[in-house]
């Protein structure tokens, strides 16, 4: 997936220094990374400056970087997506936050790898106090991937058999809380054991090891040789061929990575009813993006959602943060820290 951001922020070539921040001149691998000192953005009309205390690493944002997105951002670009801090200081009229306000960010306009981000206020949401920065940096593209699939692409129904592939990821453990919450039956699988031991931990009801030549039988018999009804698929260039043969009738896969083409064969669809779903998401609509934080706030005030963070990152160590959510074994989500 990729999230472009609205709009482009400027960066100063004044003197003074105000901020420090992760600046991409040039797409490529995470060696283009820069950590630099740049000027701190103004705060315009209808927007909000916000103090980061942690932002979100996703592989959105190594496609962007490396310049493979379907929307390039326009160079110089700050990464980031997802992120979560302090309300520095509003705009002309902004009504629903005041400075002091914690709040977790969907999207901004300057990016969140940054001390500081500039963002729209509809761009960021009310963070409850029993939540970290670090877990409100894990919010946005997890949680909102994983309730768009199975929510208003899947239309999940109570019940359902569901499988959630690289379920120890950031949108992976998301979609295992989510998928609970929903009255579920929850398969997922990992690539390690302790992966294995969290998918187990947040909600699945049978953990699968993906790296085992069989795996896929032992699915199939899990489901009592009737397969899965939905599944999530974070790899579809590895995984969608197989996976029609462990859909049920009228069974749904929800694309939501991919890293290259892939055959599959289409009798194997047909001969369930079923369907491949793609999904990005900045492309729901506006009041999928509402029933979204509804939902996610809920969930995060009541307990049942519970970012899971792998680890913490300096912001001047962007690139291992880069190199590390793209290698196998995922774990949670990976946060950088200003």
Not at 23 to 52: C, M, N, R
Not at 139 to 154: N, R, S
Request: some cysteine; charged content about 20%.
């Amino acid at each position: 997936m990729a999230f472009p951001h609205v709009g482009n922020c400027s960066f100063s070539n004044k003197k003074e220094v105000d901020m420090k921040a992760i600046v991409v001149h040039e797409f490529g691998g995470p060696e283009v990374l820069k950590y630099e000192e740049t000027a701190l953005p103004e705060v315009s009309e209808g927007q909000v400056l916000v103090k980061i205390g942690a932002a979100g690493v996703n592989p959105s944002d190594t496609y962007n970087r490396a310049g493979n997105s379907a929307v390039k951002p326009q160079l110089p670009f700050t990464p980031g997506t997802d992120g979560a801090g302090v309300i520095e200081r509003v705009g002309i009229g902004v009504s629903k936050f005041k400075a002091g306000d914690r709040v977790y960010l969907a999207r901004s306009i300057s990016g969140t790898y940054a001390e500081y981000t500039l963002a729209l206020e509809n761009q960021v949401h009310h963070l409850p106090e029993n939540v970290t920065f670090s877990q409100g940096a894990g919010v946005f593209v997890p949680y909102g991937t994983a309730f768009h699939a199975l929510k208003h692409v899947a239309k999940a129904q109570r019940d359902e058999k569901v499988l959630i592939h690289g379920a120890s990821g950031g949108v992976g453990t998301a979609a295992l809380q989510i998928a609970s919450f929903m009255g579920l039956k929850i398969f997922g699988t990992a690539g390690t054991s302790k992966g294995m031991e969290l998918v187990k931990r947040e909600g699945a009801q049978q953990v699968f090891d993906h790296t085992k030549e069989r795996y896929l039988d032992d699915i199939i018999n899990a489901s009592g040789g009737e397969g899965v009804d939905i599944i999530l698929e974070m790899l579809a260039n590895v995984n969608l061929g197989k996976d029609l043969k462990l859909l049920a009738m009228n069974g749904r896969i929800i694309v939501i990575g991919s890293r290259g083409d892939v055959m599959i064969t289409p009798r194997d669809l047909m001969a369930k009813r079923g369907k491949i779903m793609g999904i990005m998401l900045w492309n729901i609509t506006q009041n999928e993006s509402y029933e979204i934080h509804e939902f996610v706030r809920a969930g995060l005030r009541n307990g049942s959602l519970r970012p899971i963070v792998r680890s913490e990152i300096p912001l001047s160590e962007a690139v291992r943060s880069h190199e590390e959510v793209m290698s196998p074994g995922s774990y949670g989500k990976i946060v950088l820290i200003p």
